[in-house]
């Protein structure tokens, strides 16, 4: 059987590597490879569905699930997660707590993020802040024209509106106009811009914190196989959750090799020493059933803010095929 010449794009992370270099390969598959921001990715993934294997937005591929028609079927490689305890930025002359930021603005680059979603969460779950207790601007962080990637419609009770013509959330911040900022990025600022700083003073401690409650670490993007490749060789994503889980392990057993430092950081060692005390040996788990607590908590606030028009069940995220796999 001729392999399938394919496309994949996948930004470019120590846990893809192994697969844009080609020292591991998605069986029956000619790859040909594609590095790119994920901001590109999910632009062309979700306006035109222009690759056949691309990282995707857990947020956009919900919110396409739940509406039906989604042009990707999902394979449960997670190849970012990140707690959002730093995606907050506030004005620190007003903004003590987490508290404080019920009626006040807060700038975003869209609404429907996935690091959005689980900083609401958090905000939500652990000091009683809900959606409608903030006013929403909508605004790029460097590009005033940003568009969204995604029309959505919000419930009454959640306030947002497009920024001021011509201006950034990030200048909006520095100006005081706005109160807060949340974002995968952080704010555009020139340097020592005064007032502004993270909500949470130490993000790092807030996290663990968190996950030592909640047993949680935020899923944001997933793998997407092109819906009718994977309706065409039902085998496809199945080999291609395979793939993924291979170079994540081979990134993980380099970023163990204390022969030299594989990443340009000091302690490097001593930091995954203490994942794997606090989150143990495989803290950064493939797969569904490893993950279904955490995408049963993202796939409820996606609901309860508004997002997703009915409640998606995490089975529906991924091809059958994905939901298991074999074992020696």
Not at 280 to 295: H, I, Q, S, V
Not at 307 to 319: A, G, I, N, Q, T
């Amino acid at each position: 059987m001729p392999r399938l010449n394919l496309s994949v794009a996948v930004g470019a992370y120590d846990r893809t590597r192994a697969l844009v270099d080609g020292s591991v390969q998605i069986d029956g598959v000619q790859a040909t490879c594609m590095t790119l921001s994920p901001e590109e990715i999910f632009f062309r993934a979700f306006r035109h569905a222009e690759f056949d294997i691309c990282e995707l937005s857990l947020s956009s591929f919900t919110v396409k699930t739940a509406q039906g028609g989604a042009p990707y079927v999902g394979v449960p490689a997670f190849v970012s997660r990140m707690f959002r305890h730093n995606s907050i930025y506030v004005r620190t002359d007003r903004i003590k707590k987490p508290e404080d930021l019920k009626g006040k603005k807060v700038g975003l680059p869209e609404y429907q993020l996935t690091a959005n979603v689980w900083a609401r969460a958090i905000l939500q779950d652990d000091y009683g802040v809900k959606a409608s207790d903030i006013h929403w601007i909508r605004g790029g962080i460097e590009d005033a024209d940003r568009p969204e990637k995604i029309t959505i419609k919000l419930p009454a009770d959640v306030k947002l509106e497009n920024a001021p013509r011509g201006k950034t959330i990030s200048t909006l911040l520095a100006d005081g106009a706005i109160d807060a900022f949340m974002a995968p990025r952080p704010p555009s600022l020139p340097e020592n811009t005064p007032n502004v700083g993270w909500l949470f003073s130490d993000p790092a401690a807030a996290a663990q914190d968190y996950f030592k409650r909640t047993g949680i670490f935020p899923i944001m993007h997933i793998v997407g196989v092109r819906r009718e490749l994977a309706e065409k060789h039902p085998w496809l994503p199945g080999a291609v959750y395979k793939a993924f889980e291979q170079s994540k392990t081979a990134a993980l057993e380099l970023l163990a090799d204390t022969s030299a430092a594989k990443v340009t950081l000091p302690f490097v060692e001593e930091r995954l020493k203490e994942a794997r005390e606090l989150m143990g040996e495989d803290f950064w788990p493939y797969g569904f059933d490893a993950n279904r607590k955490t995408l049963e908590t993202f796939l409820r606030h996606h609901h309860a803010q508004g997002l997703s028009p009915r409640l998606v069940k995490p089975e529906e995220l991924f091809h059958p095929g994905t939901h298991e796999s074999f074992k020696l």
